[in-house]
C-alpha cells in the first residue's frame, strides 16, 4: 500500500497511461484518486472503476489549458477531500498528426495542451499542497524532451523540452515546503490517441530498431514509474528525469 491515505488528482486519465496509473494508485491504497479528461464517458468509466477497488473515484471535465478551470477543480479537490497529495500532469497530444514542421496553430495547440497545461497544473496544484503540508507532482514529458525526432512536429519536443525544465525550476522553488517534483520520460509506448505516423506498425518497428530493448514498453511500465516518484518512497527526490524508454536515450 505504497500511497496509503493519499489524495491524487490526475489530468488525461481517461485512457492510455493515465487511466492506468489512476488504477495502479487505487490499488496502492490511495484513499481518493480524481481523474480528469475531455472524454466523459471514459472518464467516468474508469472513476467507477477505481472506486469498485476501493478508493473514492471521480471524474471532472476539464481542459487543462483552461486557468479558471483548474482553480475551480482544485478547489473541489480541497473542498471534497480537504488535502492534495499527488498530482500527475498526463494529458497530452502527440506531434505526429502535424504534417506541416512550421504549422504556426501546430505549434500554439502542442505548447498549449502539453507545455502550458502542465504549467497550470503546477501552479494550482502547488496552491493545495502548500495548504496541505506538502506533496509529490509527476509531469509526463517524453524521450522527445531529452532528444530530438525527425519525424515530429518540432513543437512536441519543445513542449516535452518545457516540461522537463519546467519541473527542475519548480522542484528548486519548492523543495523547502516538502514539494517534489520530478518527470517521467515515455519512450515507443502503445501509440496515442492524437498520434499520426508513428502509430503506423511500419515506423514502429523501425523505431524499435533503435531501442536497446527491441520492445515496445507497456503503460503499466510508466504508470510504476510514476508511481514510485510519488510515493513517499522517493522522498528524497526531486527534479529528477526518469527515462521509461527501454534504453532509448541511453545509446
Ligand atoms: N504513448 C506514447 O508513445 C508516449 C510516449 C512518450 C510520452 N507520452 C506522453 O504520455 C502522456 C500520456 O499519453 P498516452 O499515451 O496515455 O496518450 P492518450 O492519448 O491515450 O492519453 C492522453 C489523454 O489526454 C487527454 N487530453 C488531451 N488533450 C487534453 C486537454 N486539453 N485537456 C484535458 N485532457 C486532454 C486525452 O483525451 C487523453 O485521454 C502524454 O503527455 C504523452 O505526451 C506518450
Not at 487505487?26 to 480528469?36: L, S
Not at 500554439?108 to 497544473?121: C, H, R, S
Not at 522527445?144 to 525526432?149: A, H, M
Not at 508513428?198 to 504508470?223: F, N, Q
Amino acid at each position: 500500500m505504497r500511497l496509503k491515505g493519499k489524495v491524487a488528482l490526475i489530468t488525461g486519465a481517461a485512457g492510455g497511461m493515465g487511466a492506468e496509473t489512476a488504477r495502479l494508485f487505487a490499488r496502492e491504497g490511495a484513499e481518493a484518486v480524481v481523474i480528469c479528461d475531455l472524454l466523459d464517458a471514459e472518464g467516468a468509466q474508469v472513476a467507477a472503476e477505481i472506486s469498485r477497488a476501493g478508493a473514492r473515484g471521480s471524474y471532472h471535465r476539464l481542459d487543462v489549458t483552461d486557468e479558471p478551470g483548474w482553480a475551480g477543480l482544485v478547489d473541489r479537490v480541497m473542498a471534497d477531500h480537504g488535502r492534495l497529495d499527488v498530482l500527475v500532469n498526463n494529458a497530452g497530444i502527440s506531434g505526429s498528426a502535424f504534417p506541416d514542421l512550421y504549422a504556426r496553430d501546430a505549434w500554439d495547440k502542442l505548447i498549449g495542451i502539453n507545455a502550458t497545461g502542465v504549467f497550470l497544473g503546477c501552479k494550482y496544484g502547488v496552491a493545495a499542497m502548500r495548504k496541505s503540508g506538502g506533496g509529490s507532482i509527476v509531469n509526463l514529458s517524453s524521450i522527445s524532451g531529452i532528444v530530438g525526432q525527425g519525424y515530429l512536429h518540432p513543437g512536441y519536443n519543445a513542449s516535452k523540452g518545457a516540461v522537463r525544465l519546467l519541473t527542475k525550476s519548480l522542484a528548486a522553488q519548492h523543495a523547502k515546503e516538502s514539494i517534489r517534483v520530478n518527470s517521467v520520460h515515455p519512450g515507443l509506448m502503445p501509440p496515442m490517441r492524437t498520434s499520426g505516423t508513428t502509430a503506423d506498425p511500419a515506423h514502429r518497428a523501425k523505431t524499435l530498431e533503435g531501442i536497446p530493448m527491441g520492445r515496445p514498453g507497456r503503460a503499466d511500465e510508466v504508470a510504476s514509474a510514476i508511481l514510485f516518484l510519488a510515493s513517499d518512497e522517493a522522498s528524497y527526490i526531486t527534479g529528477a528525469e526518469l527515462a521509461v524508454d527501454g534504453g532509448w536515450t541511453a545509446v
